[in-house]
């Protein structure tokens, strides 16, 4: 049985810093990750990938030079580190994993959610 549990959320000031952590279980080939998000009345949005080996990643505009992806495969951990939060960073963060190394862009391509972890930015 598969199991991702995201850690690490809460409330932060804007400018402040936020470490997420996804931890996996029950996957054993090789398998990308991700981070989404979804804020109160919008859609689910992606916001970083990395694949199995960790060498490749993507973020999306809006938090590209501020947030960094990574992964300990040996802990089986996924990390999310989120600088210089900003007000618009507030939502409900997910990991997400798929049955590939190579990741994906669209919540659609991954075949396991974590239960997500509230992030909350106030001024």
């Known amino acids: 049985q598969v199991q991702l549990v995201e850690s690490g959320g809460g409330s932060v000031q804007a400018g402040g810093s936020l470490r997420l952590s996804c931890a996996a279980s029950?996957?054993?080939?090789?398998?990308?990750m991700g981070w989404f998000r979804q804020a109160t009345g919008k859609e689910r949005e992606f916001v970083a990938a990395?694949?199995?080996?960790?060498?490749?990643?993507y973020y999306a505009d809006s938090v590209k030079g501020r947030f960094t992806i990574s992964r300990d495969n040996v802990k089986r951990t996924m990390y999310l580190q989120m600088n210089s939060l900003k007000l618009e960073d507030t939502a409900i963060y997910y990991c997400?994993?798929?049955?590939?190394?190579?990741?994906?862009?669209?919540?659609?391509?991954?075949?396991?959610w974590g239960q997500g972890t509230q992030v909350t930015v106030s001024s």
């Open positions: 029950g996957l054993f080939r090789q398998y990308a």
């Open positions: 997400a994993a798929r049955n590939s190394p190579s990741y994906a862009l669209s919540p659609g391509n991954y075949d396991y």
């Open positions: 990395i694949g199995w080996s960790g060498v490749t990643t």
